[in-house]
C-alpha cells in the first residue's frame, strides 16, 4: 500500500478518518512512458488519477486545453459519467496513484462533499467546495471588533432639556438612545424611558430629562471584542451598552447588532443611510457596506447573495445621496440611473463609477453643474473610483435630457469604434433608481428599436467579446513553472466574466429581452429557445465560478493595497480541486465564445 498518498489534497480532504484508510487500502501506482494515451476521449475510466510525479497533458482534438501536474487528479467525469471528453496523455514520464473506480463510486454515494467533485455541473462543484476555504460563522462574529457593529454617531443633550424636545430630537436622528450630560455626570436615556415617564409616571412633557435618565453607564471600547461585550451585557442585564472611543462616548452597542452581525448586519446599514443628515454621515454607512462584503464572504455567503446584497445597499446609498445633493429642478425633472456591473447587480468589491441622470427637460445650467460635481465627488470621497471612460454623472454627455441622450445612441450605432459599442452596451445595462423612472425606459426602448433585426449592427456590437481571449488553464501556467520561468496570471474578468456578461447581453438585445442581470437575461433565452437549459445551467454556473474567484481576488487586492491585481487569478497558487472548477468554466466559456461567433458571423471582422 502506497504511504505518501496526501489526504489533505482536495478533494480528498472532504474524507473521513475511515473513508481515507479504506482508500489508501485500494490504492496502486501506475507508470506511463512520454506519449503514452493514458484515457482516450469517448472511453470510462477504470480508476481515478492522481499525479504523483511528470505532467499530463489534456487535448480535445488538436487543442491544447490544460497540462495537468502533481496532486491534479483525473478523470472524475470519466469515472462518473461514462466516459471522457478529452485525451489524457503523459507529456513526460510520468507516476501517479490509481484508485479504483468501485471504491470512488462507494464514497461519492457516501460523502456528498466529495461527490461534488465528480458532478458535472460547475455551480454543484462550486457549492460544496467555496465554502471549505471560509467558513467561519459565528465564531468569526465573536472574534469581530465592537465597532464593525456600533451605532454612531453619538447624540448628547444637556441635562436640562425637557423630555418633548428629547422625543423630537430621537425622532428627527431616528435613534432610540442618546447621551445626557449633566454637569460632571453622563448618563443615558431610551426611548422606553420617555414612554415610562409619560405613561407610567405621567410626568410632564416639560420635566428635564435628567429626572428619568440612568447614570450608572455600562461601557465598552470600540477596540474590543464582540464576545466581550456580551459578556459585559449578560453581567448587568443589559441588551445596550455604551461604545467609548478614544476614551469619549461614540455609540451605542445593541443586541440586536450583534445578531446582524451573524446575520451579515445588511438589515442594519440601511437605517444607517436614512439617518444620514449629510454627506459625512453617508461616508460612514457606504465603510459598512464595503465592510459587509467581507464580513459576508467570510461566512460563507453564496457569491450571488453577496451581490444582491451589496447591489441593494449600494442602490438605497445613491439615492439617499441624490436626495441630500439634488436640487429642486433636478429631482422633478430627472431619473437617476446605474449602469454597468451596478445596473446589472453584480457588484461585490467597489470598481469604478457606472451612473448617470435623465433629465425630461433642461434644468438651470449652474443647479445642474453643481450637482454633477457634488454628486461624482462624493461618490469618489466614498471610495468609488471615477470612471475611467467617464461613465459617470459629472460627464455631461452621462447626464442630459433623455432626447439627447437617445440622439447620441443613435451617433453610436452608426459609429464603428469599440468604444462606441461599449457604451452601448454599458447603457443597455442601466437600471433607474428614482425620481422620473419612465425616462429610462424610453431610452431603452429606443435603443432595442435601433438594434433590433439589425444583424450588421449587432454584429459589430457582439465583437467586442473578442476584445480579450479565453485561455486554456494550464497551457501557459504549468509549462512555464516546469522550466522555472514562473506562473502566469489569468484576469477572471477579461478571461471569464466579460465573454459571458457580453454575448448574454447581445443575445437579450438581439430578442428585446429587458431583464438586467445577466443570469436573469440567461434564463430568460432559454426560455425564448435560444438554447437548451442544461446550457443555460451551465452559463450561470461558470459566472458564478469567476464571480467567486474574483470576489477573492478582489478582497486579497484590498488588503494588500494592490487594487491593479483585483481580478488575476494564479492557477499555480489553486487547489486540485479548485482549478478542476476553474477549467470547467473555462470550457463553458470557450463554447459560449464559438456559439456567439457563429450566431452573429464574427469571422467576417
Not at 451605532?151 to 432639556?161: F, H, K, M, N
Not at 467581507?294 to 450571488?304: A, D, F, P, S, T
Not at 460635481?373 to 470612471?387: N, Q, R
Request: glycine share 8%; hydrophobic share 45%.
Amino acid at each position: 500500500m502506497p504511504s505518501g498518498f496526501d489526504a489533505r489534497n482536495p478533494p480528498f480532504d472532504r474524507l473521513a478518518g475511515h473513508e481515507i484508510e479504506t482508500l489508501r487500502a485500494a490504492l496502486d501506482i501506475g507508470y506511463f512512458p512520454p506519449g503514452e494515451v493514458i484515457l482516450a476521449h469517448g472511453r470510462p475510466a477504470e480508476s481515478l488519477h492522481v499525479i504523483i510525479k511528470g505532467s499530463v497533458e489534456v487535448r480535445e482534438g488538436g487543442t491544447l486545453n490544460t497540462v495537468l501536474g502533481p496532486k491534479d487528479s483525473f478523470d472524475s467525469r470519466a469515472l462518473v459519467h461514462g466516459a471522457a471528453g478529452e485525451d489524457f496523455i503523459a507529456a513526460e514520464e510520468t507516476l501517479g496513484y490509481l484508485i479504483p473506480g468501485d471504491v470512488v463510486r462507494t464514497l461519492v454515494a457516501g460523502n456528498a462533499g466529495f461527490a461534488a467533485f465528480f458532478y458535472s455541473e460547475v455551480s454543484d462543484k462550486l457549492d460544496a467546495f467555496v465554502r471549505a476555504h471560509r467558513a467561519e460563522g459565528v465564531e468569526s462574529v465573536l472574534r469581530a471588533r465592537v465597532r464593525e457593529a456600533s451605532r454612531g454617531p453619538a447624540v448628547v443633550v444637556d441635562g436640562a432639556t425637557s423630555l418633548e424636545e428629547v422625543g423630537h430630537l430621537m425622532r428627527e436622528a431616528n435613534i432610540n438612545a442618546l447621551f445626557v450630560q449633566d454637569g460632571d455626570r453622563t448618563g443615558v436615556v431610551t426611548g422606553m424611558n420617555l414612554a415610562k415617564a409619560a405613561v407610567l409616571r405621567r410626568l410632564p412633557l416639560e420635566t428635564p430629562v435628567r429626572d428619568v435618565c440612568h447614570f450608572d453607564v455600562i461601557a465598552v471600547s470600540a477596540d474590543d471584542f464582540i464576545f466581550e461585550a456580551l459578556l459585559l451585557m449578560t453581567r448587568h442585564d443589559k441588551r445596550r451598552i455604551a461604545v467609548r472611543t478614544n476614551g469619549a462616548f461614540s455609540g451605542f452597542l445593541e443586541d440586536i447588532d450583534i445578531l446582524g452581525l451573524v446575520a451579515g448586519n445588511s438589515q442594519l446599514i440601511p437605517g444607517r443611510i436614512d439617518r444620514a443628515r449629510g454627506v459625512d454621515d453617508l461616508a460612514i454607512a457606504a465603510r459598512d457596506i464595503q465592510a459587509q462584503v467581507e464580513r459576508l464572504h467570510r461566512q460563507g455567503v453564496r457569491v450571488e447573495a453577496i451581490a444582491d446584497i451589496t447591489s441593494d445597499l449600494n442602490r438605497r446609498l445613491f439615492v439617499k445621496l441624490f436626495e441630500l445633493l439634488a436640487p429642486a429642478s433636478i429631482r422633478e425633472a430627472g431619473c437617476l440611473i446605474l449602469m454597468g456591473s451596478e445596473g446589472r447587480g453584480e457588484q461585490t468589491v467597489r470598481t469604478d463609477q457606472d451612473n448617470g441622470l435623465l433629465l425630461a427637460v433642461p434644468v438651470d445650467d449652474a443647479d445642474l453643474a453643481t450637482f454633477r460635481t457634488d454628486f461624482s465627488s462624493a461618490l469618489a470621497g466614498f471610495g468609488f473610483p471615477p470612471c475611467p471612460g467617464g461613465v459617470m454623472v459629472d460627464n455631461p454627455l452621462w447626464s442630459q435630457p433623455v432626447e439627447g441622450l437617445v440622439r447620441q445612441m443613435r451617433a453610436w450605432t452608426l459609429d464603428r469604434t469599440p468604444e462606441a459599442a461599449l457604451n452601448l452596451a454599458i447603457f443597455f445595462d442601466a437600471v433607474a433608481l428614482c425620481g422620473r423612472t419612465e425616462l429610462l425606459a424610453e431610452a431603452r426602448g429606443a435603443l432595442v428599436e435601433m438594434m433590433r433585426g439589425e444583424q450588421a449592427l449587432l454584429a459589430r456590437f457582439a465583437n467586442l467579446i473578442e476584445s480579450f481571449g479565453t485561455p486554456s488553464l494550464g497551457v501557459l501556467t504549468s509549462l512555464m513553472a516546469t522550466v522555472g520561468v514562473g506562473s502566469e496570471a489569468i484576469d477572471i474578468k477579461k478571461a471569464g466574466i466579460f465573454p459571458i456578461v457580453h454575448g448574454i447581453r447581445t443575445m437579450a438585445l438581439d430578442r428585446g429581452i429587458m431583464v438586467t442581470a445577466t443570469a436573469g437575461r440567461i434564463e430568460a433565452l432559454a426560455e425564448a429557445g435560444a438554447f437548451d437549459t442544461e446550457f443555460a445551467r451551465e452559463l450561470i454556473g461558470a459566472l458564478r465560478v469567476f464571480m467567486e474567484y474574483r470576489l477573492q481576488t478582489q478582497l486579497e487586492a484590498v488588503r494588500r493595497g494592490a487594487l491593479e491585481r483585483e481580478a488575476l487569478v494564479r492557477p499555480s497558487q489553486l487547489h486540485s480541486a479548485d482549478r478542476d472548477i476553474l477549467r470547467d468554466a473555462l470550457r463553458i466559456v470557450r463554447r459560449f465564445r464559438e456559439l456567439i461567433r457563429n450566431r452573429y458571423k464574427l469571422g467576417a471582422f
